[in-house]
């Protein structure tokens, strides 16, 4: 099983960039997506999630009207568009896979919000 985030890197205030999650070794569309990310010194936090089809999306408030989460199952890959982007989205990215009982985690790509 992997999972490879990537699209990650330095934007200054009010930029975007969109991450994307490559997946492979499991049953993609079987599986909920979601990002999460992690700040120095805080807890891991979901940030956005999707249903294994697409038909449904939630997301953590601080985020809503700027981020959206979005998913191609032809090619195993979920993405985060992120809009309006404020140094508080400074984190490691981390795309994660649920599915009953099974957990799948990438490594992680790090955004760096900041002038």
């Known amino acids: 099983v992997q999972l490879v985030e990537s699209g990650g890197g330095l934007v200054q205030p009010g930029g975007s960039l969109r991450l994307s999650c490559a997946t492979s070794?499991?049953?993609?569309?079987?599986?909920?997506m979601s990002w999460h990310r992690q700040a120095p010194g805080k807890e891991r936090e979901l940030v956005a999630a999707i249903t294994n089809i697409g038909d449904s999306t939630n997301y953590v408030d601080s985020v809503k009207g700027r981020f959206t989460i979005s998913r191609d199952n032809a090619k195993n890959t979920v993405y985060l568009q992120m809009n309006s982007l404020k140094p508080e989205d400074t984190a490691v990215y981390y795309c994660r896979a649920v599915h009953s009982q099974w957990r799948y985690w990438g490594q992680g790509t790090q955004v760096t919000v900041s002038s």
């Open positions: 070794g499991f049953t993609f569309s079987s599986y909920g």
